[in-house]
């Protein structure tokens, strides 16, 4: 049996690191070694048990009243404030999508042939995208600035009767901006159309970080919040709550059927069974860090984003983009210098890598009304990263110097290949064959750890998304083909 597990041994060694925080994507490190070990026993306790039905294993149900009752609390909920835990922050986005629909579709009997809208920033997680295509709605991005930034306004003038659900994200994922939330959820409430925060990516910093205006149950309107705790509840992964504000709205989340000729099922989730071992690691770190430990690690996080903040200002070329609050930031090449000055944010992240360090492409996005969300390297930012923030910081200015005045990867030539052979815009779409061709002539048969992102992103960018999208999926499934 030793050999098994020293071949998996073998295998984890191709991984990019999960701890010491030199990948600012994916992965959360507390930097706390006792907070693995203690979720890690939690875990292995929980184990054999399994998630579907409390009532046999009543253990479940009391580590997440307790888990429930840490999120209210952090996120001013009241008594009225019910929720659930879920598998991570894609399934509390989808719940929070259906649950909005069904209250929509019973409040609008009149619609009942009638698609419902989502409206959100175009910044918002693509899990609201997966929700609308699952859930039979239609996804209206709103417009955003090219720094990701959305006007209130905006967004109000979206809201109609046809309106399921409106979201906002405390902060947004890509740019780590803080949306306009009192007077959307203001709007929202005034016409009766359910307001989410997805607080996914920051539900468990933003409680603690300073001078933030009111985005959580404080705010009137917010009906439901997402918050996940296996990025900054430094849980492993699996694990992440939905709170609904009231016991109506948290239970047209459930499904439930006695039509079946098996035992009664009664599911909050979208799984059946499920394991209850990352609660039990949440449960644990919950109990473990308490508010003030969550403060003091929001605390690191806090002084890392100010010292890279501060440190890209000093870098010419570069910039950090928007106003970010939390622990995300993006950066861009700063347009206010000549080109041969500015550090492309990919080429950046290349560079990055011979240095030992992993930042975050995000391409570009041209929105309906033709302004274009800058393409940026996303960095998330951990506490464990304040043990070497200054290595960090030397890493980003050398890479800097580095690929300064090279500008953004041009795909031209192999945009020209694929129009000729039928893939541009409004053309063909490839199957899974033609896109693992066009996937190879692109020199993207094989995307490991450490490859040059540069150009994929600007193709990424460049090519028609249903294009695009064919080719991203053809990469995923082949890399798991036996
Ligand atoms: C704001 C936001 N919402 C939702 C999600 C989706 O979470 P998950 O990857 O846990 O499904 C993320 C993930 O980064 C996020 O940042």
């Avoid at 997440?64 to 509390?92: P, Q, Y």
């Avoid at 003038?157 to 306009?180: C, F, I, Q």
């Avoid at 000549?338 to 930042?359: N, S």
Wanted: glycine residues 10%.
């Amino acid at each position: 049996m030793s050999d098994i597990l020293e071949r998996l041994r073998r295998m984890r060694e191709g991984d990019a690191p999960t701890h010491g925080g030199r990948v600012l994507s994916y992965v959360y490190d507390s930097g706390l070694d006792e907070i693995d070990d203690l979720a890690d026993a939690a875990a292995r306790l929980a184990r054999p048990l399994n998630g579907l039905d409390p009532t046999v294993f009543p253990s479940i149900a009391a580590m997440e009243r307790d888990v429930i009752g840490f999120t209210r609390r952090m996120l001013h909920g009241g008594r009225s404030v019910v929720g659930t835990v879920t598998s991570g922050g894609t399934e509390s986005c989808l719940l929070a999508v259906k649950t909005a629909r069904d209250l929509w579709r019973s409040s609008h009997p009149e619609h009942a042939s009638r698609r419902p809208r989502l409206v959100a920033p175009a910044t918002a997680h693509a899990a609201f995208i997966k929700a609308a295509q699952l859930f039979d709605l239609d996804f209206d991005p709103v417009p955003c600035s090219p720094d990701g930034v959305v006007s209130a306004s905006d967004v109000i003038e979206r809201l109609g009767e046809d309106v399921a659900l409106v979201v906002v994200s405390a902060p947004s994922y890509p740019t780590g901006a803080l949306d306009p939330i009192a007077e959307v959820a203001a709007a929202a409430s005034a016409r009766g159309i359910s307001c989410h925060v997805d607080s996914c990516f920051g539900g468990f910093v933003l409680p603690w970080w300073p001078d933030l205006p009111s985005w959580d149950f404080r705010v009137r309107g917010v009906t439901s919040i997402s918050a996940d705790l296996h990025k900054f509840g430094y849980a492993p992964k699996g694990v992440s709550v939905l709170l609904q504000r009231g016991r109506r709205r948290h239970r047209a989340q459930f499904f439930a059927t006695t039509g079946w000729a098996g035992y009664p099922v009664v599911n909050p989730t979208l799984l059946g069974s499920r394991s209850a071992s990352p609660l039990a690691a949440a449960w644990a770190i919950t109990q473990h860090l308490g508010s003030d430990g969550y403060a003091r690690l929001t605390g690191s996080i806090h002084r890392v984003a100010s010292a890279v903040a501060a440190a890209v200002e000093g870098i010419p070329g570069l910039r950090v983009i928007g106003d970010p609050t939390g622990p995300a930031i993006a950066l861009g090449a700063d347009p206010s210098v000549p080109e041969e000055k500015r550090v492309d944010p990919h080429r950046l992240a290349d560079a990055l890598v011979a240095h030992g360090w992993k930042i975050q492409p995000q391409p570009g996005l041209v929105q309906s009304d033709g302004v274009r969300i800058s393409h940026s390297a996303h960095l998330t930012l951990t506490p464990v990263l304040e043990q070497r923030v200054g290595e960090f910081i030397g890493a980003l200015a050398a890479s800097a110097d580095e690929v300064r005045g090279q500008g953004q990867a041009d795909p031209r030539m192999l945009l020209a290949a694929l129009r000729a052979l039928g893939y541009g815009e409004g053309g063909r779409v490839p199957g899974p064959a033609a896109a693992w061709r066009l996937l190879r002539l692109a020199g993207a048969g094989s995307v490991s750890a450490d490859q040059p992102m540069s150009m994929l992103m600007a193709l990424i960018e460049q090519l028609p998304r249903p294009v695009a999208e064919a080719l991203l999926t053809e990469l995923l499934a082949r890399m798991s083909e036996p």
